[in-house]
């Protein structure tokens, strides 16, 4: 089974209007860490925000909010006032296992979805 | 700060030459990891350091794949020999000790692209 799903390959956003990624994980380890990544033209992997499994508020990084719903095991990423710089694709990832276990660092990725920001 | 550094950018080689990639972790930090990105396969871990040795390998395709971590500041993964189906952009990243930083993210190098003609 998928550990990470992202069921939008392509998703498209007006500027300045805020989009939601979708992502769904799969573990039964209690404790667990979530993450996005964005991937522009250019290659590089560039991280986004990060949200434990015992966190009780939602993550937020700037423009970036994580929708986190830990009964639906969804992890969606929120990007508020879409620019055009965030064309890219974004992956969504999980660390099972919690801080200091042997899967620390050991990310499993979810297939990623392109963004288009059309002006 | 540097960040993950890789080289060569790019490597155009053909069938059944070796393959050599570099990676020099950031400063200080003891995981060491290297990815391999395929249009098919999305983002696949091959294999991770913890304090230079090797944790789990259990990602590396087969034994003409092979990685090594010399000491803390230097990784080599190393493709012999090549075939086409190895092309793809090979990803260094490494992440800080437990207890520092976002538990488990990963910093990453710019990527190796590697075509195998």
């Known amino acids: 089974a998928q550990k990470i799903t992202q069921t939008q390959p392509g998703m498209f956003v007006q500027e300045k209007e805020a989009v939601t990624l979708d992502c769904t994980y799969d573990t039964s380890d209690p404790s667990y860490g979530l993450f996005w990544y964005k991937q522009p033209s250019s290659g590089e992997m560039i991280f986004l925000i990060y949200?434990?499994?015992?966190?009780?508020q939602n993550a937020t990084e700037g423009r970036y909010s994580l929708n986190f719903q830990k009964a639906r095991k969804s992890a969606n990423l929120v990007i508020s006032a879409s620019q055009l710089g965030d064309s890219a694709m974004y992956f969504c990832a999980m660390r099972e296992g919690g801080a200091g276990g042997t899967s620390y660092g050991k990310l499993t990725f979810g297939q990623g979805t392109i963004l288009t920001v059309h002006p | 700060d540097a960040g993950v550094i890789q080289s060569p950018r790019h490597e155009v080689t053909e069938m059944g030459q070796e393959v050599t990639l570099r990676c020099k972790p950031i400063s200080g930090h003891d995981y060491l990891f290297w990815y391999r990105q395929t249009m098919m396969r999305g983002l696949e871990l091959l294999i991770y350091f913890n304090n230079n040795v090797p944790i789990d390998d259990s990602g590396m395709p087969e034994d003409r794949f092979s990685a090594k971590m010399p000491n803390a500041s230097f990784s080599t993964l190393k493709i012999q020999p090549s075939e086409p189906r190895d092309s793809a952009v090979y990803f260094c990243a490494s992440s800080p000790r437990v207890g520092t930083g976002r538990a488990g993210e990963l910093f990453f190098g710019e990527g190796s692209r590697l075509t195998v003609l």
């Open positions: 949200q434990g499994s015992y966190d009780q």
